[in-house]
Nanobody
Framework: QGQLVESGGGLVEAGGSLRLSCTAS????????MSWHRQAPGKQREFVAL???????NYVGSVKGRFTISRDNPKNTVYLQMNSLTPEDTAVYYC??????WGQGTQVTVSS
């Protein structure tokens, strides 16, 4: 079993919102960088967002202003709030962080 499990994906219309969750089987408090990546069919895995242990965030330009990454260390969970979704956001979304590795991913499909 992996140490990270993503959830919250699904099918939404363009302009809609989803909140993805990534829950770890161990503490994330000591993991400096937790991040989200995504992979669309036929494309390389792409960085989406990261958050440091003190709450500093960074985003790929295409999602800036639409997506928000956050973390709840006591719950061992990282979130990705996605608003104003477009079909270009369609991908499998993966969570990662340090030695925890990668989750199995959750599918996000945005229809037009």
């Amino acid at each position: 079993q992996g140490q990270l499990v993503e959830s919250g994906g699904g099918l939404v219309e363009a302009g809609g919102s989803l909140r993805l969750s990534c829950t770890a089987s161990r503490s994330i408090a000591s993991i400096n960088i937790m991040s989200w990546h995504r992979q669309a069919p036929g494309k390389q895995r792409e960085f989406v967002a990261l958050i440091t242990s003190i709450g500093v965030t960074n985003y790929v330009g295409s999602v800036k202003g639409r997506f928000t990454i956050s973390r709840d260390n006591p719950k061992n969970t990282v979130y990705l709030q996605m608003n104003s979704l477009t079909p270009e956001d369609t991908a499998v979304y993966y969570c990662s962080g340090g030695q925890l590795g990668w989750g199995q991913g959750t599918q996000v499909t945005v229809s037009s």
